[in-house]
């Protein structure tokens, strides 16, 4: 069958479901917005709930308005749903592009969309707020989506956030390679200024082949919004003990810890537990 896309894909943009498109490949974010004016009207829960699974579409939801009236027959993204749907757009642009037609993707088994978790930024009065991360598979960058000030939970789909240079740019496809990101944020919200926050991504897509690498990126999480790039701050490439394939970066006090794999093939039973093997 073929899927309808939701801004900001082109209108008439479609892609042919191969079997595969499940929500459960990427989890679910609850969004706690910071400030006011952002919940949803008459919502006695001050978040809304967001998922998203491998076609890379977000389904942006009221809480407290969710129910399975009609799940396996009614399109959420459509009107009449009952009001629990507050949205639904495009945070992952499959293959990086904005417009689709199901001949471009997905017309067979290929590894895309969302893989991982998401991260949600609050911040602080001060620009930027409420601020989604994401770094689909087969998308060509990490991408940022802003909630609008105009209240209701909605996320803006225009590209006014800025996008980073996706992980790994040196792959030949110019797409982040399967299995995409799952983006952490880092902050000192204790006075600490917006521009003090950094993005993280873990680069785990060299994982396995007879060359396994693992990299770990740094970025400014608020771009340059002269460039509308994010900045670069660091990287890292490491060579093993390796981390697993959907590893999500863990930040506390200052430094960077991801799960590794065991050293090696003799490690035996209990020797490689709690082994730290590098500081960042």
């Not at 992952?92 to 689709?100: A, N, Y």
């Not at 087969?138 to 800025?162: K, L, P, Y």
């Amino acid at each position: 069958m073929n899927l309808n896309l939701p801004a900001p894909y082109t209108s008439g943009s479609q892609i042919k479901s191969p079997g595969d498109m499940d929500l459960a490949s990427g989890g679910v974010t609850l969004a706690r917005p910071a400030g006011s004016g952002f919940l949803p009207s008459n919502d006695q829960y001050p978040f809304v709930v967001l998922a998203g699974g491998k076609e890379g579409v977000f389904y942006d939801l009221n809480p407290s308005t969710m129910n399975n009236s009609g799940a396996d027959t009614v399109d959420p993204c459509s009107t009449g749903t009952g009001g629990q749907t507050v949205q639904c757009f495009g945070a992952i642009q499959l293959l990086g592009k904005s417009t689709l037609t199901p001949s471009d993707c997905c017309s067979g088994a290929i590894d895309y969309g969302k893989r991982g978790s998401t991260a949600f930024w609050g911040g602080n009065s001060t620009f930027p707020e409420n601020v989604l991360y994401v770094a689909g598979s087969q998308d060509s960058e990490v991408r940022a989506w802003q909630m609008t000030g105009s209240g209701g939970g909605v996320f803006t789909t225009s590209t006014m956030f800025g996008h980073a240079p996706a992980p790994n740019p040196n792959r030949s496809s110019g797409l982040i390679s399967y299995p995409g990101s799952s983006p952490v944020i880092s902050w000192n919200s204790n006075g600490g200024s917006p521009r003090d926050a950094i993005l993280w991504i873990l680069d785990t897509s060299g994982i396995p082949s007879t060359n396994p690498i693992a990299k770990l990126y740094a970025y400014g999480a608020v771009p340059n919004l002269a460039g509308g790039q994010f900045t670069s701050l660091w990287s890292d490439t490491t060579s093993g003990p390796l981390p697993t394939k959907f590893m999500v970066p863990t930040v506390v006090s200052g430094y960077v810890y991801v799960g590794g794999q065991k050293p090696s093939a003799t490690c035996s039973a209990g020797s490689c537990i709690g082994r730290v093997v590098s500081w960042h």
